[in-house]
T-cell receptor, first 114, second 108 residues
Framework: NAGVMQNPRHLVRRRGQEARLRCSPM?????VYWYRQLPEEGLKFMVY????????ESGMPKERFSAEFPKEGPSILRIQQVVRGDSAAYFC????????????FGDGTRLSIL | GIQVEQSPPDLILQEGANSTLRCNFS?????LQWFHQNPWGQLINLFY???GTKQNGRLSATTVATERYSLLYISSSQTTDSGVYFC??????????FGAGTRLFVKA
């Protein structure tokens, strides 16, 4: 299955630690999107990246959150100094070159903050 | 920005029943997708349907772009159809905007 791969599936961190979430897009896809889903809510856009470039990060919190999509390797969503409110499911999606193509989603990473 | 409203918010069906889920959006869209989030949290692409009608087994969808709504039809519902159904739209920017979802429970 060459779908969008996210790892880990579940991540537990204590307040103040760092969380790193990884996303490998579908083969041939160069556009990656990160979304956050709080409990009982829909998904909210966070950031859109192409290889080595952040295209739109208007949905990212201004502090503690960052994202990258290096030339080699997966896209990384990094959350520094996590707080309880960061507990959520984080989904990654990818699409081919045309952003109007449908987005294909990974299974998500469920982040729990103790 | 664009508003995406889904109805009903919650739906309980007896196995075998049919249902229609609705998605209204407040502006023109370049694409529209329907997703099913199963009880394990996985998001499944159902349809990519910026306009027109598509069918896949017991599911079908219709988008009337000029009137800014889309409908998802589920026929002969099964317990495995339970979960949350999301409509998501893109207006030409980089963001995909999700509705709040319709939570479906199908009883055996």
């Amino acid at each position: 299955n060459a779908g969008v791969m996210q790892n880990p599936r579940h991540l537990v961190r204590r307040r103040g630690q760092e969380a790193r979430l990884r996303c490998s897009p579908m083969k041939g896809h160069s556009h990656v999107y990160w979304y956050r889903q709080l409990p009982e809510e829909g998904l909210k856009f966070m950031v859109y990246l192409q290889k080595e470039n952040i295209i739109d990060e208007s949905g990212m919190p201004k502090e503690r959150f960052s994202a990258e999509f290096p030339k080699e390797g997966p896209s990384i969503l990094r959350i520094q100094q996590v707080v309880r409110g960061d507990s959520a499911a984080y989904f990654c999606a990818s699409s081919p070159d045309d952003r109007y193509q449908p987005q294909h989603f990974g299974d998500g990473t469920r982040l729990s903050i103790l | 920005g664009i508003q995406v409203e889904q109805s009903p918010p919650d739906l309980i069906l007896q196995e075998g029943a049919n249902s229609t889920l609705r998605c209204n959006f407040s502006d023109s869209v370049n694409n529209l997708q329907w997703f099913h989030q199963n009880p394990w949290g996985q998001l499944i692409n159902l349809f990519y349907i910026p306009s027109g009608t598509k069918q896949n087994g017991r599911l079908s969808a219709t988008t009337v772009a000029t009137e800014r709504y889309s409908l998802l039809y589920i026929s002969s519902s099964q317990t495995t159809d339970s979960g949350v159904y999301f409509c998501a739209v893109n207006t030409g920017g980089f963001k995909t905007i999700f509705g709040a979802g319709t939570r479906l429970f199908v009883k055996a």
